[in-house]
């Protein structure tokens, strides 16, 4: 009978950790939407390299590694003396 308590007790602790992670990814989603991962990346970029940044698309990844994943990204040509167009 204890056998049963202590399996019916891991059981319960591996579901409610599932339920924590998968509320925590579902939060993620939630609070970055695309816009507002382009409003917090696209001016760090910009003043990183110097340049106009465009960003077509942009988004959270969890798998294979947690970061942000972006797509359409477009650099503009420098103006600064000393380069061709």
């Keep these: 009978m204890k056998r049963w308590s202590l399996l019916k007790s891991i059981v319960i602790l591996l579901v409610a950790l599932l339920f ?3 509320g925590g990814i579902a939060a993620l989603y939630v609070m970055f939407p695309t816009q507002k991962i382009i409003a917090l990346v696209l001016p760090q970029v910009e003043k990183a390299i ?3 940044v465009a960003i077509e698309k942009a988004g959270i990844t969890i798998f294979p590694a947690l970061g ?7 650099v503009s040509n420098t103006e600064r003396e000393g380069f061709s167009r």
């Design 68 to 74: 942000i994943s972006v797509s359409g990204l477009q």
């Design 50 to 52: 110097g340049r106009k």
């Design 20 to 22: 924590l992670v998968g």
